[in-house]
């Protein structure tokens, strides 16, 4: 069993914002359907708690640590593109301190979705910015970015 966890803020008021990358890669991999063997869910927790929600999805699909893909978004990632990889992550990101935070280990796979698409003329501070929708255009993009690393996700999954 593989369980990919998409990490965001529940509620409408957060539904585009950058920093629900995760849920949209959670609900793009249901759109197409998930292979057997893997589960996609949504924390029902806020971003800053997420490590309550994680732990309690970890324990209740009984995967280990090797299992677990936390997908998020990624400020140090510019918005098309997107990282893969075990026990690295963003400098600051509070979501994925809690994880570690409650998991008491960093060594669990991050899907890394970048959002970072801000002027460097007029630099919006990282915490406002992640909590600002997506335009259309970004969010096209995204979904472009989501469908590649999916079918990374997928093969890694598959495969290990």
Known sequence: MKLIVGLGN????????????????????ER????????????????NDSGIAVSRLKNFYKVSLNDLYIAHDDLDIPLGQYKIQLGVGPKVHN???????????????RVRIGVDNRDPQ??????AYVLQDFTP????????????????VFFSVSSG
């Open 10 to 29: 529940p509620g409408e008021k957060y539904r585009n914002n950058r920093h629900n990358a995760g849920y949209v890669v959670v609900e793009y991999l």
């Open 32 to 47: 197409i359907g998930l292979p057997e063997g893997i589960v996609a869910k949504k924390t029902d927790t806020f971003m």
């Open 95 to 109: 979501g994925l301190i809690s994880v570690e935070g409650i998991l008491s280990d960093i060594n669990f796979w």
């Open 122 to 127: 007029n630099r919006v501070p990282g915490e």
């Open 137 to 152: 255009e970004e969010h096209k993009i995204l979904e472009e970015v989501i469908k590649k690393a999916s079918q990374e």
